[in-house]
């Protein structure tokens, strides 16, 4: 009740983003359900703590319902997820194969998509990414069937723990951190990490502590160790940062809306941390290998484009330079045409002697 729309909003703005990001996620809306209008089968049932049925009637209802925020009209706030197609075949891990999957062929941390999901999660504070949120549905009839996964249950992402705000902790340090745990049982307490002394900036209550203050992309931990994020490459983490830096402030506003918070002022810290954490982002990622992009060759005319440039997280270089290849499809090797060239914007001309060539090639830096 202190917390309202707080893990609803992370939801909902949580499954925008990833689908936006090219992954597969249920839908999901926000409802206001009037318990009044409820009616409960005589037949349901629940367990208890001890896994022993017990009958679900008004007072079951009641008791969870107390444990959430009431609006003025006397509604609740809840998510309504539509129940993805397909049977459903449980979680897919972040490393190794599935076993009862034949297209599964790739060990999952040596996949990108899952590797440079840290990007992603840094972005967002997705501190609980591991297999127990994730989904996989088997989807198709029984001569013709496939599994889809899905990235499933974002209440806990930006500065939500579900029930309550994130601890300080969150995005600093593993749940379980040795080096961390024994210097503070050494020193009796008296030494504390960096994340445990740093001044929190005052936040909505319906989105928790989710700025881009003292935000570091790549100090960023999950709760547990994850193996694709662990192996994740400096070409893994452009990848990534590319698709995280390419959201427009317009876009990322029009995504924050859809939490449908009530407050105008909760909308706008979401706003400015997705910016905020986006531009820390890509300054950090889109700098550590050579960040040229999407190549054409049109009419005699090599074009690229630069991404730190583009992202304004790196000045125009003075020139580029590009050595002309020849390249031989059946052996695989590369024979320089001419000298190499210099020049002060991101295109260059073919030399006429590879013009009626079937393959060339052109080293830039």
């Known amino acids: 009740p202190r917390h309202p729309q707080l893990a ?5 703005i949580g499954t925008l983003l990833y689908h936006a990001l090219g992954y597969h996620v249920v839908d999901n809306y926000v409802v206001y359900l009037d318990a009044s209008k409820i009616s409960i089968d005589p037949k349901a049932t629940y367990r208890d703590r001890d896994g022993r049925k017990q009958p679900f009637t008004s007072t079951t209802l009641e008791k969870i319902l107390w444990r ?30 599935r076993r009862d999957d034949p297209n599964d062929i790739y060990p999952h941390e040596h996949r990108r998509e899952l590797r440079a999901a840290r990007v992603f999660a840094a972005w967002v504070n997705h501190d609980d990414s591991r297999a127990n949120n994730t989904l996989d549905m088997l989807e198709g009839d029984g001569g013709q069937s496939a599994l889809r ?3 499933f249950d974002f209440g806990s992402i930006m500065g939500s723990g579900t029930t309550g705000p994130d601890a300080a902790r969150s995005g600093q340090s593993y749940l379980i951190d040795a080096p961390t745990a024994w210097r503070t049982l050494q020193t009796f307490g008296i030494w504390a990490p960096a994340w445990a002394r740093r001044h929190i900036t005052p936040y909505h ?15 960023w931990k999950a709760e547990y160790p994850n193996t694709a994020f662990l192996n994740m490459r400096a070409d893994d983490a452009f990848w990534g940062a590319r698709r995280v830096a390419a959201f427009t402030d317009a876009q990322l506003q029009l995504v924050a809306e859809q939490g449908k918070y009530s407050d105008p002022a909760a909308t706008a810290q979401v706003v400015h941390a997705l910016i905020g954490r986006r531009d820390l982002i890509a300054r950090a990622w889109l700098t550590q290998v050579t960040p040229l992009v999407s190549p054409t060759l049109e009419g005699g005319l090599l074009r690229f484009a630069n991404a730190a ?3 304004r997280v790196a000045q ?23 000298s190499a060239v210099t020049v002060t914007t991101p295109e260059a001309v073919l030399p006429d002697q590879l013009a009626q060539q079937r393959y060339v090639s052109a080293r830039v830096h």
Do not use: C, I
């Open 8 to 12: 609803t909003g992370a939801e909902m």
């Open 68 to 97: 959430g925020a009431r609006s003025a009209d006397g509604t609740y706030r809840v998510l309504a997820s539509r129940f993805a197609p397909g049977k459903p075949a449980g979680q897919f891990r972040y490393y190794g194969t």
């Open 149 to 151: 996964h899905y990235m």
């Open 205 to 219: 209550p319906s989105v928790g502590p989710f700025t881009a203050d003292g935000f570091e992309p790549e100090e």
């Open 309 to 311: 440039v583009d992202a």
């Open 316 to 338: 125009p270089p003075t020139s580029y330079v590009v050595q002309w290849q020849q390249f031989d499809n059946d052996t695989g090797s590369h024979s320089p045409v001419g």
